[in-house]
């Protein structure tokens, strides 16, 4: 068990919905990370977040979009779906990217757009 | 735009086997390279190497990095069934202003 909490696990839902991915990180950890793990494309940074600030975006659509709020738990949310969003969707956390530290993933969302 | 390729895609062995995975990049501003092994769910995190030339060990598992040739690889002896898997190789760039950039991972199967 990484620590890092990711709900709900599995999530189903139809074209042109809206959907909202959450993730509490581990203990201490002030870092977020998301990412978009599909089988042709592998595992992709979406966006990353540091305290509650935007740090760093990756190949995040600008149907996607993220927040950490004060508590550092964040979200990911996902509009106006297509079937091709449909993928395993992670989060990561970590202390502090200056520190030097790895990150840790949870377990997934795995999302499915019928 | 951050590289990283890994070989073999695929590796089958018998139990008791040695391995090696193969991890090349290119990468802005290096940081860390680092090693995951993903099995159902979540990568778990196994290694992170910043200098070259010094070896990571966490019983059968090592690895070493070389920043010059811009190069890493997973060593696995005396293999077991547990360590069927994905193994991913990411890198870290940017000065760690950015998230990894992972390679598309060896999938291993160890056969009893």
């Known amino acids: 068990d990484s620590g890092v909490t990711q709900t709900p696990k599995h999530l189903i839902t139809a074209t042109g919905q809206r959907v909202t991915l959450r993730c509490s990180p581990r203990?201490?950890?002030?870092?977020v990370y998301w990412y978009q793990q599909s089988l042709d494309q592998g595992l992709q940074f979406l966006i990353q977040?540091?305290?509650?600030?935007?740090?760093a975006k990756g190949n995040i659509l600008e149907r996607f979009s993220a927040q950490q709020f004060p508590d550092l738990h964040s979200e990911l949310n996902l509009s106006s779906l297509e079937l091709g969003d449909s993928a395993l969707y992670f989060c990561?956390?970590?202390?502090?990217?200056?520190?030097?530290?790895?990150?840790?993933f949870g377990d997934g969302t795995r999302l499915s757009i019928l | 735009e951050d590289k990283v390729v890994q070989s073999p895609l695929s590796l089958v062995v018998h139990e008791g086997d040695t391995v090696t995975l193969n991890c090349s990049y290119e990468?802005?501003?290096?940081?860390?390279l680092l090693w995951y092994k993903q099995e159902k769910k979540a990568p778990t995190f196994l290694f992170m190497l910043?200098?070259?030339?010094i070896e990571k060990k966490s019983g059968r598992l090592s690895s070493i990095l070389d920043k010059k040739e811009l190069f890493s690889i997973l060593n696995i002896t005396a293999t077991q069934t547990g360590d069927s898997a994905i193994y991913l190789c990411?890198?870290?760039?940017?000065?760690?202003?950015?998230?990894?950039?992972f390679g598309k991972g060896t999938h291993l199967i160890i056969q009893p």
């Open positions: 990561a956390s970590s202390v502090d990217p200056s520190l030097g530290q790895p990150q840790h």
């Open positions: 203990s201490g950890d002030l870092s």
């Open positions: 977040y540091y305290n509650g600030e935007e740090r």
């Open positions: 990468v802005t501003n290096f940081r860390s």
């Open positions: 910043t200098s070259s030339g």
């Open positions: 990411a890198v870290e760039g940017g000065g760690g202003a950015d998230g990894l950039t």
